[in-house]
């Protein structure tokens, strides 16, 4: 059994169907099997916990007079997280950006003469992402 696996993936069998055969189902199994799984557990956990926080909310707001109040501060402080969070990912995003840049920058200087300029993009889209967190966005409330 094994030497039909060795067979099938023989450098010199290398145009044969073996290989073919073996990538068509890695393909299948990736973007047929995984992927979808992966999606559809995603959405049922985002969708599951979106329930339970109207429900909370409802139930606080049900509660009592100070319910209602209790359920807006609770809203707008989710919502300042949920700000504040994205606004920490768009930095760690820019930071991740210019060193991506700068090593591009470098690895192409050592290569080649003029190839660093191909690294300056990401490290001007990173850039950008900082001068937006840092000066152009709206303050957190």
Do not use: N
């Amino acid at each position: 059994m094994t030497s039909l696996a060795l067979l099938l993936f023989d450098p010199e069998f290398i145009g044969g169907p073996g290989m073919w055969i073996f990538l068509s189902i890695g393909a299948f199994s990736l973007f047929g099997i995984f992927l979808p799984t992966v999606t559809w557990i995603d959405k049922q956990h985002k969708e599951r916990s979106a329930f339970y926080k109207a429900e909370t909310i409802r139930r606080i707001a049900e509660a009592s007079g100070e319910g209602v109040k209790a359920a807006m501060d609770l809203l707008q402080q989710q919502s300042r997280l949920e700000q504040q969070r994205k606004r920490e990912g768009m930095k760690i995003g820019g930071l991740i950006c210019i060193g991506v840049g700068a090593a591009t920058c470098l690895l192409f200087w050592s290569q080649h003469d003029q190839g660093f300029l191909i690294g300056l993009t990401p490290a001007f889209v990173g850039a950008a992402l900082l001068i937006y967190v840092y000066l152009l966005a709206a303050p957190l409330e």
